[in-house]
């Protein structure tokens, strides 16, 4: 089935033209003046991009968030010992920020924990 549309302006009339004053036109937005000298590498640098974070094809267990490579924190507490790292190479969730750790970084921690009892066994830690 078609239909057929009709104009879609309202044109006035002349007479009522006249009389209806003109509805006030939205004023443009200016741009500014961009230097394109100043955006020219000096001495041979070579502009460079920000790399595109690199995403995970799967999606967060916890939120359904999209997963991209970064840091997050890891710290171990137990029998009176205390193991922080600030920043362990992970898949971080970009909404709720829950880690994903790749299995080399999780045998990393287990091998420092483990060093860490054999101190504690020993004595000295």
């Known amino acids: 089935m078609l239909l057929k ?3 879609r302006l309202y044109v006035p009339s002349p007479e009522t033209a006249m009389n209806v004053p003109a509805p006030p036109r939205p004023r443009g937005v ?3 003046v961009v230097d394109l000298d100043a955006t020219i590498p000096l001495g041979g ?3 460079t991009l920000p790399a595109a974070p690199e995403v ?3 999606r967060c267990l916890r939120c ?3 997963v991209e490579r970064g840091t997050a924190p890891v710290c171990l507490e137990g029998q009176g010992y205390r193991l922080v790292w ?3 190479p ?3 969730c970009t909404r709720c920020e829950l880690a994903y750790f790749e299995p080399h970084e999780v045998e990393t921690v287990r091998e420092a924990l483990r060093a860490m009892r054999a101190l ?3 004595g000295l830690a």
Do not use: C, D, F, Y
Request: hydrophobic content about 40%.
């Open 30 to 32: 200016l741009r500014p």
């Open 5 to 7: 549309a009709g104009p």
């Open 64 to 66: 359904q968030g999209p």
């Open 120 to 122: 504690k066994s020993v």
């Open 56 to 58: 995970l094809p799967m």
């Open 45 to 47: 640098q070579k502009a």
């Open 86 to 88: 600030e920043q362990v």
């Open 90 to 92: 992970a898949w971080v």
